[in-house]
């Protein structure tokens, strides 16, 4: 599947198999009057959405900060060869390599899905998101890749 040392340019030093020590989980908090569902997922500083529901349900209610980029539980399971614990583990040792900035003030409210990772504004600035979208398409592609070599069904 996806090699590591294959990534994108600008990404390929940043790999460590320390976790991000500054990434906390995301935390959960109670839903306003009014709300469906109990509880909304905040992510201040992004990682990985919590859950079991399947990558492209968008069942979690989250507030993210304004700017964030989401990347597809589809890219974080490639991106640990099938196995979306791996794969986050691989993106927050990137992401540990980035120095924290503070914040941004305003918030969004979204849908997510399990197993997708938010990258924050203040990550996605250091890293460019073309360097994101390089990632994103390059672990899609070997995952294609990786379907098409395989036996059809019997």
């Not at 090699?3 to 109670?30: D, I, V, Y």
């Not at 409210?109 to 600035?125: C, H, I, N, Q, Y």
């Amino acid at each position: 599947m996806f090699n590591m040392a294959s990534r994108p340019p600008g990404l390929a030093g940043l790999h460590t198999p320390s976790m991000h020590e500054g990434m906390r989980e995301p935390r959960l908090q109670a839903r306003g009057p009014g709300s469906r569902g109990g509880v909304e997922v905040k992510f201040d500083t992004g990682g990985v959405v919590p859950g079991a529901a399947p990558g492209r349900a968008d069942t979690v209610n989250a507030t993210v900060p304004s700017g964030t980029y989401i990347i597809p539980a589809d890219v974080v399971s490639g991106l640990g060869q099938g196995n979306t614990n791996a794969g986050v583990q691989a993106l927050q040792a990137i992401f540990s390599k980035l120095p924290k900035s503070p914040a941004p003030t305003k918030d969004a409210k979204v849908r997510l899905s399990s197993g997708e990772f938010a990258v924050t504004p203040d990550m996605l600035m250091q890293l460019g998101s073309a360097q994101l979208d390089g990632l994103v398409q390059g672990i899609r592609q070997k995952s294609q890749q990786a379907v098409a070599q395989m036996p059809p069904p019997r």
